[in-house]
């Protein structure tokens, strides 16, 4: 089995549902990211996405726009993305997927890009731009690769789509709990359960649910139905705030997602 | 001749795009999975409402009695005697309300995005043209609208950015990235995604994801439906060449579309070379780009060797866009649509001559067109006839256009 199912085996045996975080590699520079990556993971992260900075990510709201652009600013590559990867993995065996957009693949070939990226460390894609009508050769080069490609239902995907994605998905679903762009939201959706209910008739695979989750009690309300939890937005803000002392970054994001993550202990 | 521009034929360009939005290797549908429903249900009802007869009757006549088609095919008779070649004829979109062939398109969605009962439009603008023609339709047909434009591009286009407030559309100013049209299209995909369920994006461009590279084509084929029969009634016969300016390639697919499957006739598509043909310099794709996937579709980019979009630069807001529209693509490794660039200066250039020999102004994006097609029409012998679309006027730019040429005007 690979990373990723095992993270959710453990997960399940432990009776609770898996913390995943993102933050943007190469904010605000290379080898702080990496460090915040690695105090995530200590902190009680159980599965990694990193961000890859792209100059145009549509479907992100403004605080990931603004961490992609401190790291491109801050002089990020596909190469110091490699080493990230490398610098993470060698401190941890945690899953990480790489949160991409599509031209950021194609430039340099879907094959040669994947091969990179599983040789760095990676263990999935989650690319935000190309859905299922367009994954057939990004489909093709993670197969290949090894890598699992994950895909995101959002809450306007009707169920024979959710049937589709399911089709093509590994390593587990993507719900994006409202409609919108990334982003902290002080409400979560109320449809959420059966949201997920809806998922679940048509997957096994184990869903998680993100965009706007940022206080602990909504982590712990979304790991009451949910199987992962996905919290990006607050963590990056947290990296923001830190901006003029990278040294301290990694301990404060350490800090806050042991805050987070704490809602998500064992059940009794 | 109206009614039936929406209803495709049996002639090879009509088979483009397949059903999954490709033109050959380019289009599609590149886009986050919050959109692709409502851009599947937005291609399913304009495939309804392109073959329902009142859909047809209603936009050809607000094309006539909102707009003010049809637009004019002018001989430029004494443009024509001062470059000494082939006879030079305008296509005068420049004539249409709100001053470009934007309406055309805009008159289109609108109806449709009534049709599917959405209350609110989001467009995004560069020059300015899209934005105004949005707010005036939607005034008409009592939608809001919420107009996104490059904080940057609201500063060369004050002009309209007041136009478009006093007819009641709000217009909200992007401060990302080089702040132009690109972030623009950016943020009114944000906010699509977000408002979706009451919301219709009227993308202004013949880009972007399935259906919209269509959908916008089939509204802007009026302009080469007119053209071709009012060119064999003054001329008896198709021009030698077409010219049109090429921003996401609205105006130029809608300019082409109807000489096609003409052989004889020559199609040029320019782009603007800004300052040359360097990096961050200019915004001609075709010359400096290379295939990626930007903003819904698969096309020809300017970016770096990582996939990273590179900045543009153009004396106009319109044709300041890092992508071009994917038809384009295909038609240029096809052959069959060849381009070139004008730089900032030959634009000039044009925009002035044409103002001093005809008496028009033009828009600066169409100064483009109007560059390569006066240097064809000098090269090319006096039986020759060279078509160029005008595809807007140029009052917005005479600011602009005045500093670019060192003048100071003073209020
Ligand atoms: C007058 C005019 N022409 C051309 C363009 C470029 O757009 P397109 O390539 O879609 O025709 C614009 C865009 O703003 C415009 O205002």
């Keep these: 089995m690979g990373r990723i199912e095992d993270t959710f085996a453990r997960c399940k045996a432990e009776g609770r549902s898996a913390f995943v975080s993102y933050v943007c590699a190469g904010d605000p520079d290379g080898p702080t990211s990496a460090d915040i990556l690695l105090a995530l993971a200590r902190g009680g992260a159980d ?19 603004l961490a992609a652009q401190r790291a491109l600013e801050g002089g990020m590559t596909h190469e110091g993305l490699l080493e990230v990867l490398r610098k993470v993995r ?71 789509r959710i049937a589709a994605i399911a089709k093509v998905a590994s390593g587990f679903i993507y719900y994006v709990s409202r409609a919108g762009v990334t982003g902290e939201r002080s409400d979560l959706a109320a449809d959420l359960a059966a ?8 997957t096994a695979l184990p869903v998680c649910v993100g965009f706007g989750i940022s206080t ?35 301990e404060a994001v350490g800090a806050k997602v042991r805050e987070l993550a704490a809602g998500l202990e064992r059940r009794p | 001749m109206a009614t039936s ?42 495939d309804e409402a392109r073959r329902d007869p009142v859909f047809q009757s209603e936009f050809a006549k607000l094309l006539r009695i909102y707009a003010g088609r ?21 296509k005068r979109e420049d004539m249409l309300h709100t001053g470009a062939h934007k309406i055309n398109n805009v008159i289109g969605q609108a109806l449709l995005a009534r049709r599917m009962g959405k209350t609110r439009i989001i467009a995004e603008t560069g020059a300015g043209q899209h934005g105004t023609a949005t707010a005036a339709v939607c005034a008409r047909f009592g939608l809001k609208a919420v107009i996104y434009m490059g904080e940057a591009d609201m ?16 217009v909200r100013g992007v401060g990302a990235g080089q702040r132009t049209l690109k972030e623009a299209v950016n943020e009114a995909m944000r906010d699509w995604v977000t408002n979706v369920r009451d919301t219709h994006y009227i993308l202004g461009t013949a880009y972007g994801s399935h259906p919209y590279p269509m959908m916008v084509r089939d509204f802007h084929r009026i302009i080469s439906i007119e053209s071709k029969a009012q060119m064999l009634e003054a001329e008896g016969r198709l021009p030698d060449e077409v010219v049109a300016c090429v921003g996401g390639g609205s105006n130029a697919i809608g300019s082409f579309f109807e000489y096609l499957d003409e052989p004889s006739v020559r199609l040029t598509g320019v782009e603007a070379g800004g300052r040359g043909i360097r990096r961050g310099e200019h915004a001609a794709r075709f010359a400096g780009g290379r295939v990626g ?51 900032d200066a030959e634009t000039l250039d044009a925009f002035q001559l044409l103002s001093r020999s005809e008496g028009i102004i033009p828009a600066l994006e169409s100064s483009h067109a109007l560059a390569w097609g006066f240097r064809r029409a000098a090269e090319l012998p006096a039986d020759k006839v060279v078509l160029i679309n005008l595809s807007g006027r140029g009052d917005k730019d005479v600011w602009s256009a005045a500093r670019a040429m060192g003048v100071e005007i003073k209020l």
């Design chain 1, 47 to 65: 599965i990694l996405e990193v961000g890859v900075p792209f100059s145009d990510p549509l479907a992100d709201g403004l605080t990931n726009q």
């Design chain 2, 5 to 46: 521009s929406l209803i495709p034929g049996p002639e090879p360009r009509f088979r483009l795009p397949d059903p999954r939005g490709r033109f050959g290797a380019y289009g599609g549908m590149f886009v986050p999975e919050t959109l692709m429903t409502p851009l599947l249900e937005l291609g399913r009802a304009y």
């Design chain 1, 90 to 160: 060698a401190g941890t065996d945690k899953p990480l997927v790489l949160y991409t957009y599509y031209n950021l693949l194609f430039a340099r070939g879907l094959e040669a890009s994947c091969a990179a990226l599983k040789a760095a460390g990676a263990d999935a894609l989650l690319t935000l731009d190309c859905p299922p009508e367009e994954a057939g050769d990004l489909l093709a080069a993670c197969a290949k690769h090894k890598l699992q490609a994950i895909f995101i239902v959002a809450p306007t995907t009707p169920p024979a």
């Design chain 2, 155 to 170: 500063e060369r286009q004050a002009l309209n950015v007041y136009r478009m407030r006093l007819m009641g559309a709000e």
């Design chain 2, 293 to 343: 996937v930007l903003q819904g579709c698969m096309t020809y980019l300017l970016q770096d060797a990582e996939g990273q979009i590179e900045g543009t630069h153009s004396v106009s807001a319109g044709l300041d866009y890092a992508a071009v529209g994917p038809e384009h693509a295909h038609y240029h490794d096809a052959g069959r649509i060849g381009f070139g660039y004008a730089t």
């Design chain 2, 70 to 90: 049809p637009t004019g095919l002018y001989l430029a008779e004494s443009l024509t005697r001062h470059l000494g070649g082939a006879k030079v004829y305008l």
């Design chain 1, 216 to 250: 602990p009690a909504q982590v712990r309300a979304v790991g009451e139905v949910a199987d992962g939890v996905v919290v990006g937005s607050a963590l990056v803000n947290v990296v923001a705030a830190n901006r003029a002392s990278p040294g301290k970054a990694a």
């Design chain 1, 195 to 202: 949201g997920v209910a809806e998922i679940r008739r048509h």
